[in-house]
């Protein structure tokens, strides 16, 4: 403990240093630190909700501790938000956008020198979610976010926000970099849910060439609807199979790309195929020549049993 400490107060001397740089030298430590040893009382936010009320009380800091709730509670234009938040470009904490009349997010400042907003979140995380007026989150392309220490993502989800065309929110800017994305129920979404498979729901995948969240078939054994992911080209966060009744995963024809994201202590699951006592053939299509194990970080696992 006395080690970290002393760890964390060499870091903090490097105050005026990016955090893009700091986490390239010390990716673990830097956000240990920060979510233990940085916190300095007169940059902390301890209210529920973002309101007219509460807003005065918002620390004039660049890094802000704090959970950011803005919900239909929130009596505050964009405007007003922007300039709230126009000295914060670094949140520890979470952010909560629920139930709003927003029509979109960029009250948030990015970082001129790093050109991103930071956001770390720990075991919290991002959640707008029911804002029926909502159209542009094109901000999240300029959010860059850090997990806990053993390199876990946060709970990231955009979601049943009726007018929003997410269908690219996936893609661009720093968004790439994430796996565990729950995007679902707005006006267009930017892939389909890998970790929702069941025997009832297989057949509604037929048009998706995008998985987030990985693959996960677990206690699947009627397999008539597999050749519903014919379609998919990209997973992103790993397949896991097991405990089903799948022969071959020749059902994959059209994958070529399977992402994980390895940053941090820990390694991510690329394929686990457990339990599953029919499986004769372990070949798809495009494995020889086209299959790409795409890997954020470090290398990842392959588990067969």
């Not at 959640?127 to 993502?153: C, P, Q, V």
């Not at 946060?154 to 690219?168: G, I, K, R, S, Y």
């Not at 990209?234 to 799948?246: E, M």
């Amino acid at each position: 403990m006395l080690r970290a400490i002393l760890i964390c107060d060499i870091i903090r001397t490097f105050e005026n240093v990016s955090p893009r740089t700091l986490i390239y030298f010390f990716p673990i430590l830097f956000v240990s630190c920060h979510n233990n040893h940085f916190r300095d009382p007169k940059c902390v936010f301890n209210y529920t909700e973002v309101t007219s009320k509460t807003i005065k009380f918002f620390p004039k800091c660049v890094t802000v501790y704090g959970i950011l709730v803005i919900n239909e509670k929130t009596d505050l234009t964009v405007s007003q938000l922007n300039v709230t938040f126009s000295t914060m470009t670094t949140l520890i904490g979470g952010i909560r956008i629920e139930n709003t009349n927003l029509t979109d997010l960029i009250f948030l400042t990015v970082d001129k020198q790093d050109d991103f907003f930071s956001l770390y979140c720990g075991k919290y995380g991002i959640f707008i979610e029911n804002n029926k007026y909502l159209t542009n989150a094109r901000i999240l392309w300029r959010l860059y976010y850090y997990g806990d220490e053993s390199g876990a993502e946060c709970t990231f989800q955009v979601m049943n926000n009726p007018q929003l065309d997410a269908e690219n929110l996936c893609d661009y800017g720093y968004m790439p970099l994430y796996m565990d994305l729950k995007v679902k129920g707005n006006l267009r979404d930017c892939g389909c849910q890998g970790d929702e498979i069941t025997e009832s729901t297989a057949s509604s995948y037929k048009n998706c060439t995008k998985l987030l969240r990985g693959f996960r078939l677990d206690n699947v054994i009627i397999i008539e609807n597999l050749p519903s992911f014919s379609n998919v080209k990209l997973i992103r966060g790993g397949i896991d199979i097991k405990n089903s009744g799948v022969h071959n995963l020749s059902f994959f024809e059209s994958l070529d790309t399977v992402k994980v994201n390895n940053e941090g202590g820990g390694q991510k699951l690329i394929l686990n195929l457990e339990n599953n006592p029919l499986l004769e053939r372990f070949a798809m299509p495009n494995l020889r020549s086209d299959l790409t194990i795409d890997k954020v970080g470090r290398g990842g696992r392959i588990l067969m049993a």
